[in-house]
């Protein structure tokens, strides 16, 4: 099995998305979204994983790349292949498949709480300022106080979070330090509580290999 990311920007890694993916022995291509050809082949794949960034889905004219990366969205949904966004990569698939992205009321930031379908309450890792509505006939998958749409699933080929569950230690550490953490509020944490906090990165990386599992259909 073969694997292609889509990676927005070097500081936003797939993170651990790459050692789950090498733990099932899947073979990995990365390509940067600015590099995406419009000609681009894709029929060796059987994933597509979608990175975030910091960039936003109506920033065509400053990322002309975004509007090819789309239309391969589109193609990739319909083509019945498996399709995982994260952040900026689920507000892209939220805005191709029918939903629409725009600027969230708040910033989120940091270690905050989320509530899944499943039941289950977790930590996870956030940074971002525009959110989703999802699009029409999915299922929203996760919710919070900050926003009602941290995640959603359409059919069995499209799953996607508003967060980031692939966060590595090493990741939060390097987001703590940043110097543009946005003003804060009731969702966006402080240096030294995302510091504070790193030990939630443990149960979330298990819960996010568990959806990938699942989603992937992979032992």
């Not at 990175?51 to 889905?57: A, K, L, R």
């Not at 002309?64 to 994260?86: C, D, M």
């Not at 030990?199 to 979330?204: A, D, K, L, N």
């Amino acid at each position: 099995m073969k694997a292609l990311i889509i990676q927005h920007e070097l500081e936003t890694t797939p993170g651990s998305t790459i050692e789950w993916l090498e733990s099932k022995h899947i073979e990995i291509d990365l390509i940067f979204g600015a590099d995406l050809s419009p000609s681009q082949n894709y029929e060796q794949y059987d994933f597509i994983i979608l990175c975030g960034g910091s960039m936003n889905v109506d920033q065509e004219e400053l990322y002309p790349w975004l509007r090819i990366e789309k239309k391969h969205i589109s193609e990739f949904v319909r083509s019945g292949k498996k399709v995982l966004g994260l952040c900026l990569g689920s507000q892209l698939l939220a805005e191709v498949l029918g939903g629409s992205v725009a600027q969230h009321p708040y910033w989120e930031v940091g270690w905050q709480k989320v509530k899944t379908i499943d039941g289950s309450e977790l930590k996870v890792f956030q940074w971002h300022g525009y959110s989703f509505t999802p699009p029409p006939k999915s299922v929203v998958i996760a919710h919070n106080e900050a926003c009602a749409f941290q995640g959603f699933s359409l059919g069995e080929n499209v799953l996607a979070y508003q967060f980031h569950p692939e966060t590595t230690k090493e990741w939060a550490k390097e987001c703590a330090l940043d110097p543009e953490i946005p003003p804060g509020s009731q969702f966006v944490q402080t240096k030294n509580e995302i510091l504070n906090d790193l030990f939630y990165q443990i149960e979330m990386q298990k819960w996010f290999f568990k959806q990938l599992d699942s989603f992937f259909k992979i032992k």
